[in-house]
């Protein structure tokens, strides 16, 4: 199989290390999700709680679109 590079970047919170951020082959994932909130925040007119209560919607629809370009592996 394909082989991609990961990096991550990681904090120490409370004496727990957590993941901040992750780059896959180039894909900076953090900028991915902050601009696809920014964007959904801009359609809602800036609401948050309007938003929160659609992200899960955003999400779905963006699995089903990921899902339907994927090939399966023979």
């Not at 120490?12 to 696809?36: A, T, Y």
């Not at 359609?43 to 370009?69: F, H, M, P, Y």
């Amino acid at each position: 199989g394909a082989v991609y590079p990961v990096s991550y970047t990681l904090v120490k919170l409370n004496d727990e290390w957590k993941v901040r951020n992750v780059v896959i082959n180039g894909i900076n994932i953090g900028k991915l999700f902050r601009d696809q909130f920014a964007d959904a925040m801009q359609r809602n007119g800036n609401n948050l709680d309007t938003t929160i209560n659609n992200w899960a919607g955003e999400v779905a629809k963006t699995k089903s679109t990921v899902d339907a370009t994927q090939k399966p592996v023979p």
